[in-house]
């Protein structure tokens, strides 16, 4: 059994930036062998792709809205997977998700292709 919790939401103004992280555990989970990613959901619409990173950290993958404004890295030593989010706008409102999946690559931004989840973080941005 993996466990994913994440922490660091909020509510913020719009330029303001914020710090997610995941913390992963589990008794036979070794968590640099798996593929981190994080998404986000807003009611009623599908989840949605956000960023993904590598196993070793040495490649990342992010959605078209978030790319140069969301940097997600990784350190294996804590198990933990951040992501960092500046430049805040309101559409960024949403509840995000870590995920964890033991490949990367083809499928790493669609929902159903992820094996764990977390229980998910609210960020809020004001206007």
């Known amino acids: 059994q993996v466990h994913l919790v994440e922490s660091g939401g909020g509510l913020v103004q719009a330029g303001d930036s914020l710090r997610l992280s995941c913390a992963a555990s589990?008794?036979?989970?070794?968590?640099?062998?798996?593929?981190m990613g994080w998404f986000r959901q807003t009611p009623g619409k599908e989840r949605e792709f956000v960023a993904a990173?590598?196993?070793?950290?040495?490649?990342?993958y992010y959605a078209d809205s978030v790319k140069g404004r969301f940097t997600i890295s990784r350190d294996n030593t804590k198990n933990t997977v951040f992501l960092q989010m500046n430049s805040l706008k309101p559409e960024d409102t949403a509840i995000y998700y870590c995920?964890?999946?033991?490949?990367?690559?083809?499928?790493?931004?669609?929902?159903?292709?992820?094996?764990?989840w977390g229980q998910g973080t609210q960020v809020t941005v004001s206007s």
């Open positions: 589990g008794r036979t989970f070794i968590f640099s062998s798996y593929a």
């Open positions: 990173i590598s196993t070793s950290g040495g490649s990342t």
């Open positions: 995920a964890a999946r033991d490949s990367y690559g083809i499928g790493v931004s669609i929902a159903s292709a992820w094996d764990y």
